[in-house]
């Protein structure tokens, strides 16, 4: 069955520690990997599509990579602004649904 | 490009009602995505829309959840006697086929059901 991971559940930062967060996945196939952002209350605003391992894509302090089997969302530096839930989904061949991990829930403090 | 939006933000019912909710698609993407979202969860799929043709359906929508899609611009979703259950954030998002995998998501309606 197809499935998405994402670990951590929660992260809390100091301003200026950056970290990474995981995706992994199992799915025949990886049509595409997709990272968003959703604030409370709001809809996964988007951030990166990712279609190959080894790829990279990056958006201010965001980076995303991907391999055959996990992504990672490599924050630099963070700022309080980036507080907010990280949710990772895949698409799989065949399909054009999103199955999405559950978030991880990133707080980074002043 | 005005995104993608949806009506209402916000509604409340009570169970056995039902209620329609209403997606407008950035304008020229052909393909339409419903997805319900629970707090701590991820959004799961529920349907999808390419024009007016309805291509796929969760096992989560029941009988009491219908989808539309006329002319193939808006989307309506509608849950008929509703249940405490269906409490949720009702997500709608959209793409353009076939260049773009990327969906872009709505605001979203939450749904409280008393």
């Known amino acids: 069955e197809d499935q998405v991971t994402q670990s951590p559940e929660a992260l809390r930062l100091q301003e200026g520690e950056s970290s990474s967060l995981n995706c992994s996945y199992t799915?025949?196939?990886?049509?595409?990997l997709f990272w968003y952002r959703q604030d409370p209350g709001k809809g996964p605003e988007f951030l990166f599509t990712?279609?190959?391992a080894g790829e990279e894509k990056e958006k201010e302090r965001l980076k995303a990579t991907l391999t055959k089997k996990e992504s990672f969302l490599h924050i630099t530096a963070p700022k309080p602004e980036d507080s907010a839930t990280y949710l990772c989904?895949?698409?799989?061949?065949?399909?054009?649904?999103?199955?999405f991990g559950t978030g991880t829930r990133l707080k980074v403090l002043a | 490009d005005t995104g993608v939006s949806q009506d209402p933000r916000h509604k409340i019912t009570k169970r056995g009602q039902n209620v329609t909710f209403r997606c407008d698609p950035i304008?020229?993407?052909?393909?339409l995505y419903w997805y319900r979202q629970t707090l701590g969860q991820g959004p799961e799929f529920l349907t999808y829309?390419?024009?007016?043709?309805?291509?796929?359906k969760s096992r989560l929508l029941s009988d009491r959840f219908s989808a539309e899609r006329p002319k193939g611009s808006f989307s309506t979703l509608e849950i008929q006697r509703t249940e405490q259950g269906d409490s949720a954030m009702y997500l709608c998002?959209?793409?353009?086929?076939?260049?773009?995998?990327?969906?872009?998501f709505g605001p979203g309606t939450r749904l409280l059901v008393l």
């Open positions: 998002a959209s793409s353009l086929a076939p260049d773009q995998e990327t969906q872009y």
């Open positions: 799915v025949s196939g990886l049509r595409g």
């Open positions: 990712l279609y190959s």
């Open positions: 989904a895949v698409q799989a061949p065949g399909t054009y649904k999103y199955i």
């Open positions: 304008s020229e993407h052909n393909r």
């Open positions: 829309f390419q024009n007016e043709a309805q291509l796929e």
